[in-house]
């Protein structure tokens, strides 16, 4: 905006100076900061020379000029007082210039060393003989093998009193469907008794109860027999 | 156009400067840090005055112009390697230093924007009590004029401002403004006149009242 209205007061200077014939206000300026050390060129020259030229006869330019050379006194003034207002003691001046060097000595440093973050430890680690170890992996795994071998005993066994299982089945069957006489003698034995039990009991397939009544009265005839 | 002056008081420092500088920035390069930093010791001496001066003119905070002083030395030292030996030191380190405080200016705005407390009114009562010397009356009009030109140079846009602190306050050349400030001379100048334009509009009820 500002740039816009600087144009304009610009635009409006030139017209006003072409119609009243007035030097612009940027060339009095320009005359009174170049009255000191003039190098000018041949068309800048020749511009001054007559805005210099029309100065002296009009009484209105030269007001200006004279304001304008009084403002650039002015400001030269000031610049000068307020150097000299500058609060510039050599103590305060050496102050500034060790703080400099201070500053400079910690840029030119070399980086600091980061330091780690102070971690926890993790304990440390007891180490046993191997026989120790050996020891302590064979007592710890023991239950599970122990587990894991009668299992394998189990399914195996499982496996073969299945097979001679169905043929006993078949013949206990038979028996129950065709009802023979028992063979006493053959209850006689205590053994005889004891492995078909404990056949009986083991077999999986085939139900210890059934077994066992089957059994039942045979073994009641065995006991009043023995009796 | 306008006379290509140079700060007279810059001319004998400026080819020792620059020299030093390149010499620091071999310096740097090669590793010897301890020698470039006691090289670069004679450099601060040197602009010390200077930078604080023009850090002063934009900031006027005696705390802040201090920092702005450290900052732009600091920034200068850790980026000599990238100066280019064609410029000027003092061209460059001022370049640093005008744009050190631009970004310090806009920091406070913005502060100032949301947080505007009595602090800052106080302390800037305080420093204008201790800038003040009221023993002779026509220096305190003197600083009160001062004051008032101050006030109307911060009010300039930031690059005008700039261009007047540099050519009227530092009495750098156009050309040498434009290389400190990295635009074009016809640029500076057309700023410089409008500038000065502005300054006139905004003292100008005051040098009536002065006249009264």
């Known amino acids: ?227 | 156009m306008i006379g290509t002056k140079s700060a007279p008081a810059l001319e004998p420092f400026r080819n020792t400067d620059s020299k030093i500088a390149s010499e620091i920035k071999g310096l740097l390069s090669s590793g010897n840090h301890e020698k470039a930093r006691n090289r670069f010791e004679e450099i601060i001496n040197t602009h010390q005055s200077r930078v604080t001066r023009i850090a002063y003119y934009y900031l006027r905070d005696p705390a802040e112009v201090d920092e702005a002083v450290q900052d732009a030395f600091l920034k200068a030292f850790v980026h000599l390697p990238t100066f280019r030996d064609e410029l000027h030191f003092d061209l460059w380190l001022s370049r640093i230093a005008v744009n050190g405080c631009l970004d310090r200016l806009k920091a406070k705005t913005r502060r100032r924007r949301w947080i505007l407390t009595d602090n800052d009114r106080i302390d800037e009562l305080i420093y204008q009590e201790r800038t003040h010397e009221p023993s002779a009356e026509q220096r305190l009009l003197a600083s009160e004029r001062r004051d008032q030109l101050l006030a109307a140079v911060e009010r300039l846009p930031k690059r005008q401002r700039s261009i007047v602190i540099l050519n009227q306050f530092e009495g750098y050349s156009t050309k040498e403004v434009a290389n400190t400030l990295n635009i074009a001379e016809a640029t500076v100048r057309v700023h410089l006149f409008r500038a000065i334009r502005s300054l006139r509009r905004l003292l100008r009820p005051l040098e009536s009242d002065t006249a009264l």
């Open chain 1, 1 to 227: 905006m500002e740039l816009i209205n600087d144009w304009f007061k610009t635009i409006g200077h030139a017209v006003r100076q072409a119609i009243t014939g007035h030097p612009t206000e940027n060339t009095l300026i320009e005359i009174a900061l170049s009255k000191d050390n003039v190098v000018l060129d041949g068309q800048g020259r020749s511009k001054l020379e007559d805005a210099q030229e029309h100065m002296r006869h009009c009484k209105r330019c030269t007001t200006v000029f004279s304001e304008i050379n009084a403002t650039l006194i002015d400001i030269n003034q000031s610049g000068h007082s307020t150097a000299h207002a500058i609060p510039d003691s050599t103590h305060r001046r050496f102050r500034q210039r060790s703080k400099i060097l201070r500053r400079i000595d910690a840029f030119l440093a070399p980086p600091a060393t980061v330091l780690r973050f102070p971690s926890i430890a993790p304990p440390p680690c007891i180490r046993f003989p191997p026989l120790t170890a050996c020891l302590v992996i064979i007592c710890a795994a023991g239950p599970f093998l122990s587990i894991a071998v009668r299992q394998s005993v189990t399914s195996s066994s499982n496996q073969t009193t299945a097979v001679s299982a169905t043929q006993d089945d078949l013949e206990s069957v038979n028996a129950r469907t065709t009802p023979t006489t028992i063979d006493l003698d053959g209850l006689n034995t205590d053994e005889q008794l004891m492995a078909e039990i404990e056949y009986a009991v083991s077999n999986t397939r085939v139900s210890p109860l059934t077994a066992l009544d089957e059994l039942t009265p045979r073994l009641h005839e065995a006991t009043v027999t023995v009796r």
